[in-house]
Nanobody
């Protein structure tokens, strides 16, 4: 099970930190990823991190503003989003992959998903 939190309303230029907590039988090696879906648009990859190996991946267009990190003891990953823009407005979903090492940017690379958390950036 995945629980995403930390979304909200923020002004342009502001920051938010999203959290995604995994529970249940995850094993010690897995990947947690973030995707987002804006109104009228397809869901897109944002970032992901491998719990055991620590390798990360961030969408090229977001690398200068978004950072992902993890706390394995809490089975939680964090998405730090800085200098937010109105185009970042979306529902942000976390997703779980049992594979453990490769951080996929494809939705098909993840076995199950959380409900999502709304991020709204006002201009």
């Amino acid at each position: 099970q995945l629980q995403a939190s930390g979304g909200g309303l923020v002004q342009t230029g502001g920051s938010l930190r999203l959290s995604c907590a995994a529970s249940g039988r995850t094993g010690s090696s897995y990947v947690l990823g973030w995707f987002r879906q804006a109104p009228g648009k397809e869901r897109e990859f944002v970032s992901g991190i491998a719990s055991f190996y620590g390798n990360t991946r961030v969408a090229d267009s977001l690398k200068d503003r978004f950072t992902i990190s993890r706390d394995n003891a809490k089975k939680t990953v964090y998405l730090q989003m800085n200098n937010l823009k109105p185009e970042d407005t979306a529902i942000y979903y976390c997703a779980f992959d049992y594979s453990g090492r490769y951080v996929s940017s494809e939705q098909s690379g993840y076995e199950f998903w959380g409900r999502g958390t709304q991020v709204t950036v006002s201009s």
